[in-house]
């Protein structure tokens, strides 16, 4: 299985300020097609996953503009330009690029 | 607006059965693969099972392999998991989500509120 590994596992991030999340697969995302199937999930507490980023930058519609995906291959990132109190919450990337489908562990984002 | 209903969740008995339905709106149902995620309590996302949109192609995780089985009514658009043997790990909040296409099986852009399943006695 592609094994997912975020990093930090915890995020403390002052209200304005930026905030990274990072990504590693253990093999490469990029699909035979060309496309590279790195997805990236938010779940605020109490609350159902919404997807923020599919194929490693593509923001969802409704998505601030704020949180941009980036990344290739193996690495990918999750930046939050400017942290607000709504985005408290944990972030998950899922490959998407081979079977089984597989999530990071998660990295939970909080206020300082 | 999309919207995932899942329903039949409950408490369940080691060894015992359940089946969990999805009532899916606001898009073309047979239009999309759909999936069923899992999340134990505290802990991250497990994807489980998906389904194309024609219900021709199921996947399955390893460790759900042979226990359930993932269905569709196009005509009911509801997608179904059938849950069988099941045990104490299989205790989780079980997500229904919507795929990327017929056989577009990489993401998922919907998910329902989810429904809980219990396995203990």
């Known amino acids: 299985d592609v094994v997912m590994t975020q990093s930090p596992l915890s995020l403390p991030v002052t209200l304005g300020q930026p905030a990274s999340i990072s990504c590693k697969s253990s093999?490469?995302?990029?699909?035979?097609?060309?496309?590279?199937?790195l997805n990236w999930f938010q779940q605020r507490p109490g609350q159902s996953p919404r997807r923020l980023i599919y194929?490693?930058?593509n923001r969802d519609s409704g998505v601030p503009d704020r949180f941009s995906g980036s990344g290739s291959g193996t690495d990918f990132t999750l930046k939050i330009s400017r942290v607000e109190a709504e985005d408290v919450g944990v972030y998950y990337c899922?490959?998407?690029?081979?079977?089984?489908?597989?999530f990071g562990g998660g990295t939970k984002v909080e206020i300082k | 607006e999309v919207q995932l209903l899942e329903s039949g969740g409950g408490l369940v008995q080691p060894g015992g059965s359940l089946r969990l339905s999805c009532a899916a709106s606001?898009?073309?149902?047979?239009?999309?693969?759909m999936s069923w995620v899992r999340q134990a309590p505290g802990k991250g996302l497990e994807w489980v099972s998906i389904?194309?949109?024609?219900?021709?192609?199921?996947y399955y995780a390893g460790s759900v392999k042979g226990r359930f089985t993932i269905s569709r009514d196009n005509s009911k658009n509801t997608l179904y998991l059938q849950m069988s043997s099941l045990r104490a790990e299989d205790t989780a909040v079980y997500f229904c989500?919507?795929?990327?296409?017929?056989?577009?099986?990489?993401?998922?852009?919907?998910w329902g509120q989810g429904a809980l399943v219990t396995v203990s006695s």
């Open positions: 389904i194309s949109g024609s219900g021709g192609n199921t």
């Open positions: 093999q490469s995302l990029v699909y035979s097609d060309g496309n590279t199937y």
């Open positions: 899922m490959q998407g690029a081979y079977w089984p489908l597989t």
């Open positions: 606001g898009f073309t149902f047979s239009s999309y693969a």
């Open positions: 989500t919507k795929g990327c296409g017929n056989t577009c099986y990489s993401s998922f852009d919907y």
């Open positions: 194929k490693v930058s």
